[in-house]
């Protein structure tokens, strides 16, 4: 039986890690893409499976294409895309926040995953057979006092995935948007707050958070399923957490 293989963005830490661990233990071999080939070394002397290391920003559109096609002749199948990689900048109000955050999070979150979708996807078809997984937001689903872009691209990961769904249709590819709820033990607060060691702290104390294993471990479960069933939307949230219903300002006259 010939080895499976995922790739993974992201995957130097929080999620990413996580999932290349739970996948590795499944038998995967897998294709491991993130900035920081130091993280990325290390992350692949953990795990008993092949992997094949693409240290490159997931913007850098022309070097990640470059470095796909140069992948090993045993990586060319890849049959698990997790679109993992992607970023929150700022809790600003749309009027006071940076422009320049809402590009890089437009660029990260929505762009760059489309990108890389349409690189990996044609061969997907082509063997047809195929599984990805956009890591969404329930930012994407509920809207909160500085989520602006934030939300606004995590609606964009869900309104694509199904879409994908829609012209994959007669093919057994498979889209699934992995929806997570607040989850500690991952770079997601340290980025958006800039490194505000406080900030970050104040986000998850006294609630018992997700965490990354508990995606990972999700993840693995959608990759377990069978070929045909495909899982549209997967929401997960910590019990302490909850939709919280509408906002209402009373001080308005």
């Known amino acids: 039986m010939q080895t499976k293989t995922a790739l993974i963005t992201g995957a130097s830490a929080g999620l990413g890690r996580a999932a290349a661990i739970a996948l590795s233990s499944l038998g995967y071999q897998l294709i491991l893409v993130a900035r920081r080939q130091e993280k990325l070394t290390e992350l692949q002397q953990t795990l008993a499976n092949p992997c094949h290391l693409i240290a490159c920003d997931v913007t850098d559109y022309d070097a990640l294409a470059e470095a796909l096609l140069a992948r090993p002749e045993s990586f060319k199948n890849i049959d698990v895309l997790i679109n993992n990689a992607g970023l929150a900048l700022g809790l600003e109000t749309a009027d006071k926040t940076d422009w320049q955050d809402w590009q890089t999070m437009i660029e990260t979150n929505c762009l760059a995953l489309a990108f890389l979708t349409r690189q990996v996807l044609p061969g997907m078809v082509e063997q047809n057979q195929g599984l ?122």
């Open 132 to 253: 990805i997984i956009n890591l969404g937001s329930i930012a994407g689903n509920y809207a909160y006092k500085g989520g602006n872009v934030y939300g606004a691209s995590k609606a964009f990961v869900d309104q694509f995935s199904i879409n994908l769904r829609a012209d994959l249709l007669g093919t057994k590819v498979r889209v699934t948007n992995l929806i997570p709820g607040l989850t500690r033990g991952t770079e997601f607060s340290k980025v958006r707050f800039h490194g505000d060691s406080d900030a970050v702290k104040s986000v998850y104390a006294d609630c018992d958070a997700l965490t990354p294993d508990d995606i990972a471990n999700t993840i693995a479960w959608i990759v377990s399923q069978p070929e045909h069933m495909n899982i549209n939307r997967l929401e997960v949230m910590p019990t302490c957490q909850a939709p919280a219903g509408l906002a209402v300002d009373k001080t308005m006259k």
